[in-house]
């Protein structure tokens, strides 16, 4: 009888979290368009897109989909390797570029590549979005001080080409940069004050007087749609075109999955990645043909959404309609926001990933901790977008060494019960004899499946007298051709010996795989066990049976 008023309830809550976040989200498109070196209209155009396309076919219930700071980033290095300092250029490629990122989100989509982010592991993506935050901050800070814009994201050079401009610092622009700054900072200790807002309000107020002394403004904003097609790239400009828009899939999918999951997990909703890569490669292809920037689910303005009390996609909505009716009643305010507060806004959204303590775990736990720092370093060496492609590449090469290293334990019973562990690591456990118990600690595929059953022959070796010898395989959920042939080489070695081979603890696609391959060295018999004890106890029946009598 009270489904009436909750559900009433839920609605109004979602009206206000909408109308709340809207007032935040506007500044912060406008903003991260100077991050992209694109026109104002260009985050605004994106931030309407993202809101209504995903409130309309997304499913989680908190994610806010705009213009994000890092895709920002990325689309900048982007746009000024293929058209250089040509303004004009930089905002005909940078649709092009969002056009075919939105395409590689839907190529994903429909190949269901819902687990594509998970390339990006999170040290990787928390290290680099620390060196990201640090670029930003960087070149955001003539827009705070007034002095000369800065190109390119090698940070040596943006840090010696701040300190040769220093002298053209316009006192005004910097204290009012900093006064903004300050005011956020201070904001943020005071529960439910918007200080976004509030410093935004203050800078229009006093836009007038700042603007006659010397203060830029952000200017006029025009968001007539061009419904024209991108400029298509050169022939030389092809490759790379492509490269960028895959770049931008990896990063916008690996920010807008954790910050979708995140939630999802928190509030226990369901998460349906695929149809997320869909949905946002419509968005982004939208973003591409109106010249907007691209988009996906930001964390902080989710995280926004989630405080502001929002229960279902209906807040997001409510911010696109909110988001449209500022622009029409209040464009000329927005156009008179000075572009130091804006500046300040950016680097106070993006100082929250400056926090060392993101990377405390990964230091108490002794683990990728060369991975997180070579992520930040990559990125302020190298620049964002190579940076992250090589944290990437490198992420990939230290798990293909994890992988491709032999790790081999000896297994012996465990107090005398049913347990089979390490013998190496629980001196009380007991070889049985007669019989080796072996387990690879990693997969076996075709980098380590030689090495590792060359440290089995090794241990062999060392056991005078063995009849039977057991591999327990449960670290393997598949196995390759190259392990095949290696396995079925490692047995006929045995056989040779007059020793024997039982595999133990197979996954059940795994001994389908050996049982359709038919190799003679391995009969089905040898395939039989589903636990160590059950391949001990076949081997005390018959000590010999897999091995020379089953030739």
Request: hydrophobic fraction near 55%; include cysteine.
């Amino acid at each position: 009888m009270n489904v009436v008023p909750a559900v009433s309830s839920a609605r109004m809550a979602d009206v206000l979290a909408g109308l709340a976040i809207a007032g935040l989200l506007v500044p912060e498109a406008v903003a991260y368009s100077g991050i992209a070196g694109l026109p104002p209209q260009a985050g605004v155009i994106a931030l309407f897109v993202g809101l209504v396309c995903y409130g309309l076919l997304g499913r989680s219930r908190y994610a806010v989909v705009s213009a994000t700071s890092s895709s920002a980033a990325v689309l900048a290095a982007g746009t000024l390797a293929l058209a250089g300092n040509d303004a004009a250029a930089r905002v005909a490629i940078a649709a092009t570029l969002v056009l075919l990122g939105g395409g590689c989100f839907l190529i994903a989509g429909f190949a269901r590549l819902g687990g594509l982010s998970h390339l990006i592991a999170r040290p990787v993506l928390r290290g680099y979005t620390f060196g990201l935050a640090i670029v930003i901050a960087l070149k955001q800070l003539p827009h705070l001080g007034g002095w000369a814009e800065l190109h390119g994201d090698f940070v040596p050079l943006l840090v010696l080409d701040l300190v040769r401009s220093s002298r053209q610092v316009q006192p005004i622009t910097l204290a009012t940069g900093v006064l903004a700054l300050l005011l956020l900072f201070a904001c943020e200790r005071v529960r439910r004050l918007p200080g976004s807002l509030l410093v935004i309000a203050l800078g229009v107020l006093a836009s007038g007087w700042l603007e006659g002394h010397g203060v830029a403004l952000t200017g006029a904003i025009d968001l007539h749609p061009d419904w024209a097609m991108p400029a298509w790239p050169t022939r030389a400009q092809w490759l790379p075109s492509v490269e960028l828009g895959a770049a931008l899939l990896l990063i916008l999918y690996a920010e807008s999955y954790s910050s979708i999951r995140g939630f999802a997990l928190k509030h226990g909703d369901p998460v349906q990645p695929n149809r997320d890569l869909l949905v946002l490669g419509l968005a982004n292809v939208l973003c591409g043909l109106l010249h907007g920037m691209p988009v996906g689910a930001g964390y902080s303005g989710t995280s926004a959404n989630e405080a502001a009390g929002a229960r279902s996609r209906l807040a997001g909505l409510v911010a696109g309609a909110s988001v449209l009716l500022m622009v029409a009643l209040l464009l000329r305010w927005i156009e008179r926001i000075p572009l130091a507060v804006l500046a300040a806004i950016v680097i106070h959204a993006v100082s929250r990933s400056w926090r060392l303590s993101v990377f405390r775990p990964y230091l108490q736990w002794k683990r990728d901790r060369l991975l997180a720092l070579a992520s930040v370093l990559a990125v302020l060496s190298l620049g964002i977008l190579d940076g992250l492609l090589v944290a990437i590449a490198f992420s990939l090469v230290l798990l293909l060494r994890q992988l491709a290293t032999p790790r081999l334990s000896a297994l012996g019973r465990f107090d005398g019960g049913h347990d089979y562990v390490d013998i190496a690591r629980h001196p009380g456990a007991v070889q049985l004899p007669g019989l080796l118990i072996l387990r690879p600690e990693e997969p076996l595929f075709f980098a380590n499946a030689e090495s590792m059953l060359a440290l089995a022959r090794q241990q062999v070796e060392q056991h005078a007298g063995l009849k039977q010898v057991i591999l327990s395989l449960e670290e393997s959920p598949d196995l390759d051709s190259t392990a095949l042939e290696a396995l079925a080489d490692f047995a006929g070695w045995l056989q040779a010996r007059g020793a024997g081979l039982r595999v133990a603890r197979l996954k059940d696609d795994t001994r389908a795989l050996l049982l359709r391959a038919a190799l003679p060295q391995l009969p089905p018999q040898a395939l039989n066990s589903w636990s160590v004890e059950d391949a001990v106890s076949a081997s005390a029946a018959a000590p010999s049976s897999t091995g020379s009598r089953a030739q």
